[in-house]
């Protein structure tokens, strides 16, 4: 917990990005970044760029820029780098994922060619639709975790970083529940020593940011910090967490459409949700148990939202389907369709029919922009463990222990605002409103 108005240490000198994964979502975001800079593109999507802030009471008219009111690291000073088990550099893999048009590629290509990822620790049995060449060996999981930090170490030297921040832009990993291997740091990292088939590799990149001091942020429904054992080391290393599973498509327009039907009372019979993805995610997401991974982060998000078991005449027994899938012409360009079934005034039936033609990547960058700058100001604002308030960002917020998470995404808006106007001394807004009538 931080004091109103805490010291934050500046930004001072360079913070590098570690991306695990460089395919569309790590590219796109890349680029983009590296096109802002140049004055080819404008930070759309990014609440750290664009967004503004409301200070003290409506009549006061000070709404800052979100970067003006707090300490956030300039674009200017972001160094990129990152693992992926295929050798192609930033602009070959951008190239493949197929996200951005030849030539905007064509005006970044310098840029882009000179990240060349380093080899990964992968794991077969956790993302069984792909396999690469471009992989790190090791007798134990341990040694990988070395392998890992050594990287870092380079990338920090090499660069003359101050700070870093890692970002999982990975793939889904298959679903599995924790165990005792999970529970504590020490039965971890004897897991680690072991090889224990229960730690994947997300938490081997997650175990070597927080040994370093690096805060970590999942953009994946992988299990990966959401363990006793890492929150342990977060906590002991004083390291920020957040996750997990970016909100783009689909899942961003429940957490928009749901509050709303909620705040008007009107009932549920049903909700079901396609896609079509052609994408190396809509590839991994074809075997069943990464897909079951996924299925569990999009499920959770209206049962939580709609609360049914305060509302059973409402919400109690609405069924609810999520179905993914792979279509290689779809490309990188996602199509989310969702069916749902009402119910207003006496019972009668109503429909509400959503087809969102969406770009996954596009919607995904901005998201990690703003997680890399808001994690390092949590860390320069010696904030620790799981940071609620950027649930703004996830499909499915990490909490404390037996904590649900808050879905609405309005009021994931006013507790991420509300922490910043609390982190740099100014009230919170509660949008009360009655001393304007007193």
């Not at 690291?73 to 550099?89: H, M, T």
């Not at 498509?249 to 008007?264: C, D, F, S, V």
């Not at 190396?280 to 999009?298: A, C, H, I, Q, Y």
Request: include cysteine.
């Amino acid at each position: 917990m931080i004091e109103k108005g805490t010291k934050i240490e500046e930004p001072k000198g360079r913070l590098g990005v570690l991306l695990v994964g460089m395919g569309a979502v790590s590219t796109t975001f890349i680029a983009g970044v590296e096109a802002i800079k140049n004055d080819l593109a404008k930070p759309i999507g990014s609440l750290t760029q664009m967004g503004r802030i409301r200070l003290g009471k409506r009549t006061e008219k000070r709404t800052p820029l979100v970067k003006d009111f707090v300490p956030l690291a300039k674009l200017s000073d972001l160094v990129f780098g990152g693992w992926d088990i295929f050798e192609s550099n930033g602009y070959e893999a951008a190239r493949t994922a197929g996200v951005l048009s030849e030539t905007d590629l064509a005006k970044l290509k310098p840029s882009l060619e000179a990240i060349r990822p380093w080899s990964a620790a992968f794991d077969k049995n956790f993302v069984r639709n792909l396999d690469g060449k471009n992989v790190k060996k090791g007798a134990t999981k341990m040694d990988l975790v070395d392998q890992i930090s050594e990287d870092i170490r380079k990338f920090k030297e090499k660069n003359g970083l101050s700070r870093c921040v890692m970002v999982w832009c990975g793939s889904t990993e298959v679903y599995f529940k924790a165990e005792k291997v999970h529970e504590t740091l020490r039965n971890f990292e004897e897991g680690l020593k072991t090889n224990h088939s229960a730690i994947a590799p997300s938490m081997l990149y997650a175990y070597a940011a927080l040994r370093e001091g690096i805060p970590f942020a999942n953009g994946a429904p992988n299990l990966t910090v959401d363990i006793p054992a890492l929150q342990e080391l977060a906590h002991e290393k004083k390291v920020p967490l957040s996750g997990k599973d970016f909100k783009t498509g689909q899942t961003l327009m429940k957490t928009i459409i749901a509050p709303g039907l909620k705040a008007r009372y009107l009932g549920l019979s049903g909700w079901f949700s396609s896609n079509i993805l052609g994408n190396r995610d809509g590839e991994v997401l074809d075997d069943p148990d990464s897909f079951k991974t996924k299925e569990e982060s999009k499920l959770s998000v209206l049962e939580t939202l709609l609360q049914p078991e305060l509302y059973p005449d409402l919400y109690s027994n609405f069924y609810h389907k999520v179905r993914i899938h792979y279509y290689p012409p779809r490309g990188d360009n996602k199509e989310g369709w969702d069916n749902i079934d009402l119910f207003g005034w006496m019972g009668y039936p109503m429909q509400l029919k959503i087809d969102f033609l969406c770009r996954d990547s596009i919607l995904a960058a901005p998201l990690v922009l703003d997680l890399v700058l808001f994690m390092d100001l949590a860390q320069r604002a010696h904030m620790k463990g799981t940071q609620e308030w950027l649930s703004f960002y996830y499909k499915s917020p990490m909490t404390a222990p037996n904590l649900y998470p808050e879905h609405n995404l309005f009021i994931q808006e006013m507790k991420l605002k509300n922490t910043l106007r609390y982190m740099m001394g100014e009230d919170q807004i509660t949008h009360l409103g009655l001393e304007y009538y007193d």
